[in-house]
């Protein structure tokens, strides 16, 4: 077995221990930097990390390959990558964008395997008179239709 699928089944192994944790991003260079990115359904905490670490680590004979390990959480402000974090963010506002050029920005009311449902007010023209009413709009977008999909982090 060559040693990225060593590392990939490690990774696995413990993922299957972690079950909220999920995988997002794993690459290991041509110097053997392995590199590990995890996000988990109530977010990662540093023992989340220490644990993945410390599994690969411990498994991998340090006399037979020499590599350096990184595991990290997801960045706040990195787009979205997978449907369980759309699940993860429902009720956060999200901006999209579509590969036909679209942009959306709303809440996300509801989220699956397959699709994403965005929901938002806008000012329109009223159908009779003069001036203008809030109404209530609601998108739903398949995953291979987003380009581009970050949270936007609000204080409050």
Known sequence: ???????????????NNHPSLFLIDFSIDSSGAIRVVVDGDRGVVLQDCINISRHIEHNID???????LEVTSVDA???????????????????IDTHVGEAFEGTIREASETNVVLQWKAREPKPIGKG???VEKEKSLLYNEINKAKIIIQFN
């Open 1 to 15: 077995m060559n040693f990225e699928n060593t590392v990939r089944d490690l990774l696995e192994e413990v993922m």
């Open 62 to 68: 340090r006399e037979e390959h020499d590599f350096s």
């Open 77 to 95: 402000t990195a787009p979205l990558l997978k449907p369980r974090q759309y699940v993860k963010n429902i009720g956060r506002k999200i901006k």
């Open 132 to 134: 203008k009413r809030t």
